[in-house]
């Protein structure tokens, strides 16, 4: 096709101008007398050929030259793609936007995902009026922005206009999937496109199964554009991870907080900075090697009871959300203890407790016959001794505490019945029987198969090899899977299991909390033991340091107590609304958008609290580019392009046509180099044929 066909009259006539040229060229002929003509006859006729060829090869040049111009002005192309003799067709055209927290990423001319709305927005404004377009985003899981097809494209303006990057890794594969479905309903005589918008990072494009990137390919092929507004080379420096050891900060302080530091794209060194409550705490050194991961560690400082924002943070660099990495420390005060047994059976018990806790009142204690329909959620930790199997009525609220994030101690006795109790669903073990030790094996030493559990972990014990004297013990065997040995006696038997249920955790003992059973409670280290469990009843394992942006984040299980209030507000006092629902009559509360990285404060009368600490997922740290040959294997067929230069252009030639005018131009220059070196050439040889030439016999003048 031609851009402008009136041209092609001018190409026409201007090649008509050589041969109306070399039709009325008149041919001079002048005598010449010689002596004898036999000879000369001869080499006239085969000049008259070699004038003739010569002169049709100057006319076929220079028509050429003409005629080519001529289209050149009409501007031919190649059609790439259907159309109607009279205009081309209108189109369909779906969109990908890639939300992936990496679109955050600074590149000099604005964040990638500033760059690709702006993509977006030039895109639509190419479409005609005819032409319709929809859009979806390129989360963890696709959403709609602009579901069906539309024409107007000041809805696309304005949806777009307040929209930001999200704070999660993309899966682009569903996205396009969705994007082909909506194109494949609305099939008919219209063109149709799809356009992805991303900085390309390999993570949005992997994770994905072949089965959901198989549906993404369609057996009928869609012109594909990917526009690339990303870095080809990101770097990156960013706090991956955190470890509080131990996991129980309390207010004697001494825990140590070991911090995993990732690099992407050079080798250097960089400082890591720790804050508590916005205050600087401490700062050091590091250096980290692209792809690896560098630990640096700093010591938690003393704090008083109450729960306290910090962070560390790495210096500011072009991806900046993911400089800091938001936590809460919750700092324990006495936590509240119940205790159900009789007296005589947790004597010792309770005396730890108070010694533990400082305070009388940090401890209840109840007999079981009391246990049905008491109020056990205030309670941090249940202790309950020789009090199995409980009744029916009980079963039910010890299995939501627990599942809630409480934690169950158990002490059996005499009385206990594991196996018939209803609890089997959350024990970590059933009993087979009792072992009874005698005068040979009664000593024995404990063995720690976990120092590093939070219930053991910085106790001076573990230096020595404690003992105590064993009378009886349950046998505790046929674990769950979910279950672990935190203690063991030298003979083998299990003395402490444990099994985390829900948000919380079961502790079984194969002994009794008095001294019919052995000489534990006796001890020095029963103290320090039963302490930590207490302790551990506020592990932040059930109330993690921070959470990870996410759709549907449900605000019970990070949370100790489900917030009445409608919202919460980041630091700089903007809301976000909490939805509250009721389900199997329980009370859930949940946020519906992913959040951005920072603190959350719940607001109280007496001012702000901190509530919850949000960082980025960090799998998002991978910022290798796909490679073209992996989009084209499943994007086929495809145009990859890395500016909006080379983005328009190749929409132009697909919507248009290939441009045949810069070809033409270049034959034309050549015609016309040759055209001109045998005109050239010709002169030269007419010169040449008309010098004087001297007969050898008589004269002859020319």
């Given at each position: ?34 002596p ?59 969109i ?38 929809f ?66 990072r ?15 390919r369609?057996?009928?092929a ?121 007296e ?42 020789d ?30 019945r ?57 046998v ?18 299990p ?56 759709r ?16 919460l ?66 994007l086929q ?17 697909h919507r ?38 001297q ?6 003048s020319?």
């Amino acid at each position: 096709m031609f851009e402008t066909p009136l041209f092609l009259f001018a190409a026409v006539a201007g090649a008509m101008v050589p041969l109306i040229l070399h039709l009325t060229q008149k041919w001079r002929s002048q005598p010449i007398y010689f002596p004898t003509i036999r000879f000369l006859r001869l080499a006239q006729h085969a000049a008259a050929r070699r004038i003739r060829l010569q002169n049709v090869l100057l006319w076929f040049m220079r028509t050429m030259i003409m005629l080519l111009l001529g289209v050149a002005f009409a501007m031919p192309v190649i059609r790439t793609t259907g159309g109607g003799m009279l205009g081309r067709a209108a189109r369909d055209v779906g969109i990908v936007l890639d939300m992936s927290y990496t679109m955050h990423y600074e590149t000099g001319e604005g964040t990638a995902f500033d760059l690709a709305v702006e993509g977006v927005l030039n895109m639509i404004a190419t479409l005609s009026e005819d032409d319709r377009y929809f859009i979806i985003l390129a989360a963890r899981e696709p959403s709609a922005l602009i579901p069906e097809p539309i024409r107007d494209k000041d809805v696309a303006i304005e949806a777009l206009g307040d929209l930001e990057a999200g704070y999660e890794p993309s899966a682009l594969f569903p996205a396009i999937g969705v994007a082909r479905h909506i194109l494949a309903e609305h099939t008919g005589r219209r063109l149709q496109e799809l356009h992805i918008f991303t900085d390309n990072r390999k993570q949005a494009w992997s994770g994905i199964d072949t089965a959901r990137a198989e549906d993404a390919r369609a057996e009928d092929a869609v012109s594909t554009f990917v526009y690339v507004t990303g870095v080809e080379a990101p770097q990156n420096i960013a706090p991956l991870s955190l470890e509080l050891e131990p996991p129980l900060v309390t207010p004697s302080g001494g825990n140590m907080l070991h911090v995993e530091v990732g690099s992407w794209g050079v080798s250097r060194e960089t400082v890591v900075q720790f804050f508590v409550a916005e205050q600087e705490q401490a700062r050091r050194a590091v250096w980290v090697d692209p792809h690896e991961q560098a630990t640096v560690s700093f010591r938690v400082p003393s704090l008083a009871a109450g729960t306290y924002t910090a962070r560390v943070e790495t210096p500011e660099d072009n991806l900046s959300v993911d400089n800091a990495l938001h936590f809460l420390l919750r700092v324990g005060a006495s936590v509240p203890s119940l205790v159900v047994g009789t007296e005589r059976q947790t004597l010792f018990l309770r005396a730890a407790l108070r010694a533990a806790a400082g305070s009388e009142d940090a401890v209840t204690h109840i007999p079981h016959d009391q246990f049905v329909g008491f109020d056990i959620e205030p309670y941090g930790v249940v202790f309950i001794c020789d009090a199995l199997p409980v009744d029916g009525h009980a079963i039910g609220q010890l299995e939501e505490y627990i599942r809630a994030g409480g934690l169950l101690v158990i002490f059996p006795g005499a009385r206990t019945r594991l196996v018939d109790s209803a609890l089997r669903d959350v024990m970590p073990a059933v009993p087979e029987g009792i072992w009874q030790f005698d005068e040979n094996d009664a000593r024995q030493s404990l063995v720690w198969e976990q120092p590093e559990h939070p219930v053991l972990a910085g106790l001076d014990v573990l230096s020595r090899s404690p003992q105590i004297t064993m009378q009886r013990a349950f046998v505790l065997e046929n674990m769950h899977a979910d279950a672990a040995v935190l203690l063991r006696l030298r003979n083998g038997l299990p003395l402490m299991v444990e099994r985390n249920v829900g948000s919380g955790a079961v502790v079984l003992f194969a002994i009794g909390a008095d001294r019919g059973w052995s000489n534990f409670p006796l001890t020095s280290y029963f103290l320090p033991v039963i302490a930590q469990l207490v302790d551990y009843s506020q592990d932040s394992r059930r109330y993690p340091l921070f959470v990870q942006s996410q759709r549907g984040l449900l605000l019970n299980d990070v949370m100790r107590e489900v917030p009445s209030e409608r919202e919460l507000e980041d630091g700089q006092g903007r809301s976000v609304r909490i939805r509250h629902v009721q389900q199997d009559g329980k009370p859930f509360a949940y946020i519906e958008s992913p959040l951005a990285p920072g603190m959350y404060y719940r607001r109280e009368s007496d001012g702000l609290h901190p509530a919850l600490a949000v960082n980025i997922h960090a799998q998002g740290m991978e910022l290798d580019p796909a490679s073209a040959p992996f989009l084209e294997q499943w994007l086929q067929p495809v145009a990859i392009s890395h500016s909006w230069e080379a983005y328009a252009e190749a929409l132009d030639i697909h919507r248009v046509g290939r441009s045949l005018v810069e070809i033409i131009l270049w034959l034309v220059l050549l015609l016309v180099a040759i055209e001109f070196w045998f005109a050239n050439y010709l002169v030269q040889r007419g010169e040449a044929s008309n010098k004087v030439v001297q007969p050898v016999s008589g004269e002859m003048s020319t």
